[in-house]
């Protein structure tokens, strides 16, 4: 049971490049969330998916597209990365409960955009 | 809207000693709250959660956190705070769908 992972670790992209990061969970869970995490900032709510094939804005949506093509697998997009989406990325996955119910993080992914 | 305070950025305890960290909350009812741990390059993970009943909550590696609805707090405590404790530390309330985390508290533990 490795619980929610998250692919690639680190990486480091060039202003405008694109790239796509995966997050996967075997857990069977029907709420999945992207998050970033900067200094000072907490973790902030990109977007979330209540279930397979649906997707919604959180907080911070510019700049990011999802997509839930499967139940356990959460992609998040950059289309044209930017220096300012350089943070860690962090996924979460958790029962319908949603906000009242225990979310389960990936280890996060780091990315530098120069 | 739900909001989470964490006044604290920033604690610094000796090993040994007792930590309390302040959490706050703006919530039109009983709200779910949440604290998770972060240790440096890790995700988070969850220390313990408040849903209702008993006010004093216990959670994983000696924390326990205690709901003041008066006070509109959520602040977590250890009696005793060991060296592997240093990590950042988040508050979280409900919202839909979602949680609303606090900006987090960083703790250092001296020798």
């Known amino acids: 049971n490795a619980g929610v992972t998250q692919t690639p670790k680190f990486r480091v992209l060039k202003t405008g490049q694109s790239m796509t990061l995966l997050c996967a969970q075997d857990?069977?869970?029907?709420?999945m969330y992207w998050y970033r995490q900067d200094p000072g900032m907490g973790l902030r709510l990109i977007h979330y998916?209540?279930?397979?094939?649906?997707?919604a804005k959180g907080e911070v949506p510019d700049g990011y597209n999802v997509s839930r093509l499967k139940k356990q697998n959460f992609l998040l997009g950059l289309e044209s990365a930017a220096p300012s989406q350089t943070s860690v990325y962090f996924c979460?996955?958790?029962?319908?409960?949603?906000?009242?119910?225990?979310?389960?993080f990936g280890p996060g992914t780091r990315l530098t955009v120069l | 809207a739900q909001s989470v305070t964490q006044p604290d950025i920033h604690i610094t305890v000796s090993e040994g000693a007792s930590l309390e960290l302040r959490c706050n909350y703006s919530?039109?009812?009983?709200?779910?709250l949440f604290w998770y741990v972060q240790s440096p390059g890790q995700g988070l993970q969850l220390l313990l959660k408040?849903?209702?009943?008993?006010?004093l909550v216990q959670g994983i590696k000696g924390f326990e956190a205690e709901f003041k609805r008066s006070q509109s707090s959520f602040n977590l405590r250890k009696p005793s705070v060991h060296w592997s404790d240093a990590a950042e530390y988040f508050c979280?309330?409900?919202?839909?769908?979602?949680?609303?985390f606090g900006t987090g508290t960083r703790l250092k533990v001296l020798a």
């Open positions: 979460a996955s958790s029962l319908p409960g949603g906000g009242a119910d225990t979310q389960y």
């Open positions: 857990m069977n869970h029907e709420y």
């Open positions: 998916s209540v279930g397979e094939g649906t997707t």
């Open positions: 919530y039109g009812a009983t709200p779910y």
């Open positions: 408040y849903f209702s009943g008993d006010t």
């Open positions: 979280a309330v409900e919202g839909t769908y979602k949680y609303i």
